[in-house]
C-alpha cells in the first residue's frame, strides 16, 4: 500500500491555495501533476548539460544524447516493447497519431476501410477522417451501450475484409472504460486488419505490454504520466514502421542528402526529424522511474479505492447521472445533475479550489450518444486522498442546492 | 431611462453588499432564473455567441430609435451574467451603447471569479452587442 501523504510531498503544486482554500485537483484525466524529480531533472538538463543530441562529439552531447537514449530503453522496457528502434519520441499523443495517419495516405485506397469508436478523443477521430476525405476510404464507428462500453457485437460485425485499421482507446477519457484490447486486436488480426491502440488515458493506470498483447501500434503523452508537456511516444513494429514514409523532413532523419537524392535514416530517427524536446524525454525517463517506484499496482488498487469511495458517496446525491458506472473502468467519473449545466457546477466547484473538468472533453460523439451539452468530470489520481473527496463530494451538494 | 453609466453603479452597489462568492454566485443564479422567457424561435444557430462554453443565444430589435435585447443560455450563471448586460444594454439608442464603457463586470469582483474561457465568454457577448447597435445605427 502507498504513503499517500508521503507522497504529496513531492508535488509542489499541491500545497497551493486556490480562492484562499487548499487546491483540490481533479482533473488528472487531462493532465496529471509533477513530481519535484521530474521539475529537477528539467532544470538539471539546461543547468549542467544542455546541449544537441546524436551529432555532437563533445562530452556534454555525449551526456545529452545518453540520457535522451535511455529514455528509450526506458520506454521500452516499461511496455514491454521489442527493440529501441520502435519507439519514436513525439510531441504527445496527437503527434503520434498523425504520423502514422499521413503515413497512410499513399497505402490506403478508396475501397478500404477504418474502423474507429463512437468513445474515441477528437484526436483519434479527426486524424482519420482527414485520411478518408483524402483517400476515398470509408470511415466505420463501433457504438458504444449506453452503459458506457463498446458494443464488441457491432465490432464483430462492421470487421468485413476491407477494414485495414482499428483505431480505438485502451480506456475512455470521458467514461474512464477499460476496453477490451485484446480481444479487439485478437478479432482485427484474425481478420487481417492492424489495430492502433489510443494509450493516452491508459498508460497512466495501467502497466501494459504491447509484445504479449500484439499491439501494431500504440502511441502515449508523458504528461499524463506525470511527465513534462509536449512529450509522448509512438511504437511502431518494425515492418510497419519501415513501410511508412517519414512524417517531416529535416535534420537527424536523414543518412545522404545531395540534390541529386536524399538517403533517409534508419528507425527511430526518420521519423524524429530536427533538434527534438531532449530535456523534455529525459524528463519523462525520470517520470517512468517515479511511477514505478511507487508500482503500478499499488497505484492501480489505490486509485480504485478512490473511485470506489468517490462513486459510493456520489450516488447517494439526488437526481445525479454518472455516465460509464461500471466496473470495467479507471478512476474517472463523469456525471451531472439534475438538468443543471455541467459548467455551472464546475463553476461553483472552481470557486471551492475543485479543479474538474466540464464540457464536453473532446468526446463530442459520447455526449451525442447520451444526449447531453456536456459532463462534470472528476479524475483521481494516486496522490489524491478520501479527505478531498469528502470535500469535494460536499461542494458537489453544495452546488446543487445553490442551482437549486 | 437612466443611463448606462446610472445603472451600471447600481450594479455595483447590489454587489457591495455581498459579503463573499457565495452569495453573489447565488445572485447570479437567481437572476438567471428570473430572466424573462426567450422566444424560442430566436434560439437559432445564427444567433449562438462563438466563445462560450455554454450555449449562449442573443437576439435584438430596433425600433423608435431604441434597441431591445433578449437571450438565452442553458447554463444558468451564464444566464444570470447575461441578464446584467441586458440590464445596462437594453433600451438605449445605439450611440449610447457604442459609447458606453463597460467597468461594473471587473468593479464587482466578477473577473477574478471567471476563468479566461468564461472571460472570452463574456468580451463576445459585449462585442456582439455592441456588432448589433453599429449595424443599427449604420442603417438609419
Given at each position: 500500500?502507498?504513503?499517500?501523504?508521503?507522497i504529496?510531498?513531492?508535488?509542489?503544486?499541491?500545497?497551493?491555495?486556490?480562492?484562499?482554500?487548499?487546491?483540490?485537483?481533479?482533473?488528472?484525466a487531462?493532465?496529471?501533476?509533477?513530481?519535484?524529480?521530474?521539475?529537477?531533472?528539467?532544470?538539471?538538463?539546461?543547468?549542467?548539460?544542455?546541449?544537441?543530441?546524436?551529432?555532437?562529439?563533445?562530452?556534454?552531447?555525449?551526456?545529452?544524447?545518453?540520457?535522451?537514449?535511455?529514455?528509450?530503453?526506458?520506454?521500452?522496457?516499461?511496455?514491454?516493447?521489442?527493440?529501441?528502434?520502435?519507439?519514436?519520441?513525439?510531441?504527445?499523443?496527437?503527434?503520434?497519431?498523425?504520423?502514422?495517419?499521413?503515413?497512410?495516405?499513399?497505402t490506403?485506397?478508396?475501397?478500404?476501410?477504418?474502423?474507429v469508436?463512437?468513445m474515441?478523443?477528437?484526436?483519434?477521430?479527426?486524424?482519420?477522417?482527414?485520411?478518408?476525405?483524402?483517400?476515398?476510404?470509408?470511415?466505420?464507428?463501433?457504438?458504444?451501450?449506453?452503459?458506457?462500453?463498446?458494443?464488441?457485437?457491432?465490432?464483430?460485425?462492421?470487421?468485413?475484409?476491407?477494414?485495414?485499421?482499428?483505431?480505438?482507446?485502451?480506456?475512455?477519457?470521458?467514461?474512464?472504460?477499460?476496453?477490451?484490447?485484446?480481444?479487439?486486436?485478437?478479432?482485427a488480426?484474425?481478420?487481417?486488419?492492424?489495430?492502433?491502440?489510443?494509450?493516452?488515458?491508459?498508460?497512466?493506470?495501467?502497466?501494459?505490454?504491447?509484445?504479449?498483447?500484439?499491439?501494431?501500434?500504440?502511441?502515449?503523452?508523458?504528461?499524463?504520466?506525470?511527465?513534462?508537456?509536449?512529450?509522448?511516444?509512438?511504437?511502431?513494429?518494425?515492418?510497419?514502421?519501415?513501410?511508412?514514409?517519414?512524417?517531416?523532413?529535416?535534420?537527424?532523419?536523414?543518412?545522404?542528402?545531395?540534390?541529386?537524392?536524399?538517403?533517409?535514416?534508419?528507425?527511430?530517427?526518420?521519423?524524429?526529424?530536427?533538434?527534438?524536446?531532449?530535456?523534455?524525454?529525459?524528463?519523462?525517463?525520470?517520470?517512468?522511474?517515479?511511477?514505478?517506484?511507487?508500482?503500478?499496482?499499488?497505484?492501480?488498487?489505490?486509485?480504485?479505492?478512490?473511485?470506489?469511495?468517490?462513486?459510493?458517496?456520489?450516488?447517494?446525491?439526488?437526481?445525479?447521472?454518472?455516465?460509464?458506472?461500471?466496473?470495467?473502468?479507471?478512476?474517472?467519473?463523469?456525471?451531472?445533475?439534475s438538468?443543471?449545466?455541467?459548467?455551472?457546477?464546475?463553476?461553483?466547484?472552481?470557486?471551492?479550489?475543485?479543479?474538474?473538468?466540464?464540457?464536453?472533453?473532446?468526446?463530442?460523439?459520447?455526449?451525442?450518444?447520451?444526449?447531453?451539452?456536456?459532463?462534470?468530470?472528476?479524475?483521481?489520481?494516486?496522490?489524491?486522498?478520501?479527505?478531498?473527496?469528502?470535500?469535494?463530494?460536499?461542494?458537489?451538494?453544495?452546488?446543487?442546492?445553490?442551482?437549486? | 431611462?437612466?443611463?448606462?453609466?446610472?445603472?451600471?453603479?447600481?450594479?455595483?452597489?447590489?454587489?457591495?453588499?455581498?459579503?463573499?462568492?457565495?452569495?453573489?454566485?447565488?445572485?447570479?443564479?437567481?437572476?438567471?432564473?428570473?430572466?424573462?422567457?426567450?422566444?424560442?424561435?430566436?434560439?437559432?444557430?445564427?444567433?449562438l455567441?462563438?466563445?462560450?462554453?455554454?450555449k449562449?443565444?442573443?437576439?435584438?430589435?430596433?425600433?423608435?430609435?431604441?434597441?431591445?435585447?433578449?437571450?438565452?443560455?442553458?447554463?444558468?450563471?451564464?444566464?444570470?451574467?447575461i441578464?446584467?448586460?441586458?440590464?445596462?444594454?437594453?433600451?438605449?439608442?445605439?450611440k449610447?451603447?457604442?459609447?458606453?464603457?463597460?467597468d461594473?463586470?471587473?468593479?464587482?469582483?466578477?473577473?477574478?471569479?471567471?476563468?479566461?474561457t468564461?472571460?472570452?465568454?463574456?468580451l463576445?457577448?459585449?462585442?456582439?452587442?455592441?456588432?448589433?447597435?453599429?449595424?443599427?445605427?449604420?442603417?438609419?
Amino acid at each position: 500500500m502507498l504513503d499517500v501523504y508521503k507522497i504529496r510531498e513531492d508535488f509542489p503544486i499541491l500545497s497551493k491555495k486556490i480562492n484562499n482554500t487548499d487546491l483540490i485537483y481533479f482533473d488528472n484525466a487531462a493532465t496529471s501533476q509533477t513530481p519535484i524529480q521530474v521539475i529537477n531533472a528539467i532544470s538539471d538538463y539546461y543547468k549542467n548539460y544542455n546541449s544537441n543530441i546524436h551529432r555532437g562529439l563533445h562530452s556534454l552531447s555525449v551526456d545529452a544524447t545518453n540520457k535522451y537514449e535511455e529514455t528509450r530503453s526506458k520506454v521500452r522496457e516499461h511496455f514491454g516493447i521489442a527493440n529501441n528502434h520502435e519507439i519514436i519520441f513525439t510531441s504527445g499523443t496527437t503527434h503520434g497519431i498523425n504520423i502514422i495517419s499521413s503515413g497512410l495516405e499513399k497505402t490506403i485506397s478508396s475501397n478500404d476501410e477504418l474502423i474507429v469508436s463512437e468513445m474515441e478523443h477528437h484526436s483519434n477521430i479527426v486524424p482519420w477522417q482527414m485520411l478518408c476525405e483524402k483517400t476515398g476510404a470509408k470511415l466505420k464507428v463501433i457504438p458504444i451501450n449506453d452503459n458506457g462500453t463498446l458494443n464488441m457485437e457491432e465490432y464483430k460485425s462492421l470487421l468485413t475484409p476491407n477494414v485495414k485499421f482499428v483505431f480505438v482507446n485502451h480506456v475512455s477519457n470521458t467514461l474512464g472504460t477499460v476496453n477490451p484490447i485484446k480481444e479487439i486486436i485478437d478479432l482485427a488480426h484474425a481478420n487481417k486488419s492492424q489495430v492502433l491502440v489510443d494509450g493516452a488515458q491508459g498508460a497512466a493506470h495501467l502497466k501494459i505490454n504491447l509484445s504479449e498483447l500484439d499491439i501494431d501500434f500504440y502511441v502515449a503523452s508523458a504528461h499524463k504520466l506525470c511527465g513534462p508537456t509536449g512529450v509522448g511516444f509512438l511504437y511502431g513494429k518494425s515492418d510497419l514502421l519501415n513501410s511508412l514514409p517519414p512524417y517531416q523532413g529535416g535534420g537527424e532523419m536523414i543518412s545522404n542528402v545531395t540534390f541529386n537524392q536524399t538517403e533517409y535514416a534508419d528507425l527511430p530517427h526518420k521519423f524524429e526529424a530536427g533538434t527534438p524536446n531532449i530535456a523534455g524525454v529525459i524528463a519523462f525517463g525520470v517520470a517512468l522511474d517515479y511511477m514505478n517506484s511507487i508500482g503500478f499496482e499499488n497505484i492501480d488498487s489505490y486509485e480504485r479505492s478512490l473511485l470506489d469511495y468517490a462513486t459510493e458517496n456520489l450516488r447517494q446525491i439526488e437526481n445525479i447521472k454518472i455516465y460509464g458506472d461500471i466496473d470495467e473502468k479507471i478512476s474517472v467519473i463523469s456525471f451531472n445533475i439534475s438538468n443543471h449545466h455541467p459548467s455551472d457546477i464546475g463553476s461553483i466547484l472552481d470557486q471551492f479550489g475543485i479543479a474538474v473538468r466540464t464540457g464536453q472533453h473532446c468526446t463530442q460523439p459520447i455526449m451525442d450518444h447520451f444526449k447531453i451539452p456536456g459532463t462534470v468530470r472528476a479524475s483521481f489520481s494516486f496522490y489524491n486522498t478520501k479527505s478531498e473527496i469528502d470535500l469535494f463530494i460536499d461542494a458537489v451538494k453544495k452546488a446543487a442546492k445553490m442551482l437549486g | 431611462m437612466e443611463s448606462i453609466q446610472y445603472k451600471q453603479n447600481q450594479i455595483i452597489d447590489e454587489f457591495n453588499f455581498f459579503e463573499d462568492w457565495s452569495e453573489k454566485y447565488q445572485y447570479l443564479i437567481d437572476l438567471g432564473k428570473s430572466l424573462p422567457e426567450f422566444d424560442q424561435s430566436n434560439k437559432i444557430d445564427s444567433n449562438l455567441i462563438k466563445g462560450c462554453q455554454s450555449k449562449v443565444w442573443l437576439n435584438s430589435s430596433f425600433s423608435d430609435n431604441m434597441v431591445i435585447f433578449e437571450a438565452d443560455s442553458d447554463a444558468i450563471i451564464s444566464k444570470g451574467i447575461i441578464s446584467l448586460l441586458i440590464r445596462v444594454f437594453s433600451g438605449h439608442n445605439p450611440k449610447e451603447i457604442l459609447d458606453a464603457n463597460i467597468d461594473f463586470i471587473e468593479k464587482i469582483g466578477l473577473n477574478s471569479h471567471l476563468s479566461q474561457t468564461r472571460a472570452n465568454g463574456l468580451l463576445s457577448m459585449i462585442k456582439q452587442i455592441k456588432i448589433y447597435a453599429l449595424a443599427y445605427q449604420v442603417k438609419k
